[in-house]
């Protein structure tokens, strides 16, 4: 039998990664350093729903938010190293996706 | 900005790998082919829950459920080739959750 003590990590970080929209959002990031609105008109996504899950994903360190004090103030979203670590689970994800759904 | 003919199949796949227990039900199963008790006993997860998420895989081409005509009866669970093909995506996530979780 498999080691329990790796199930309450894989368990967490399905929790975070697993939330409707998350993955999307990561794999939107992918990309680069992007504004709220370019990543709001990349997804079917609410914008209030977008603000709640950035976030959550900068409070678990995945995402970094970037304000540059220009005028009009411009925000940033980037992913951090601990989010772009992330990137090869969901390239995985859409190989898998694209094979077999 | 990316295609994003791409998002419904990725957002599929995280509908259905992302569910909450679904991912370490896969994970347990990578091991090979299990009666339901010891997939049972190896996760904190209730017996209803885990034969509701089985059959959920199960409809969607991932497990199959094979009937051994003994005395008793046995019953296995097993990744079919769909469900195998998600191993790369799930040790990519177990990597990513012993390194930063």
Redesign the interface.
Same mark, same amino acid.
């Given at each position: =039998?498999?080691e329990?003590t *790796?199930?309450p !990590? %894989? +368990?967490? /970080? =399905?929790?975070m990664?697993? $939330? !409707?929209?998350? +993955? *999307?959002i990561l794999?939107?990031l992918l @990309?680069g350093p992007q504004r709220f609105n +370019?990543i709001e008109?990349? %997804?079917?996504i609410s914008g209030r729903l977008l603000s709640e899950r950035l976030k959550e994903l900068e409070k678990e360190g995945i995402v970094l938010r970037t304000v540059y004090s220009e005028v009009p103030v411009r925000v940033e979203y980037s992913l951090t190293d601990?989010g772009l /670590? %992330?990137s090869?689970?969901i390239r995985?994800?859409? @190989?898998?996706? $694209?094979?077999? %759904?």
């Open positions: =039998m498999k329990t *790796l199930c !990590r %894989l +368990a967490k /970080a =399905m929790e990664i697993g $939330k !409707r929209w998350t +993955a *999307l794999y939107q @990309d +370019a008109s990349a %997804l079917p601990k /670590a %992330l090869g689970a995985e994800i859409e @190989d898998w996706s $694209k094979e077999w %759904l």
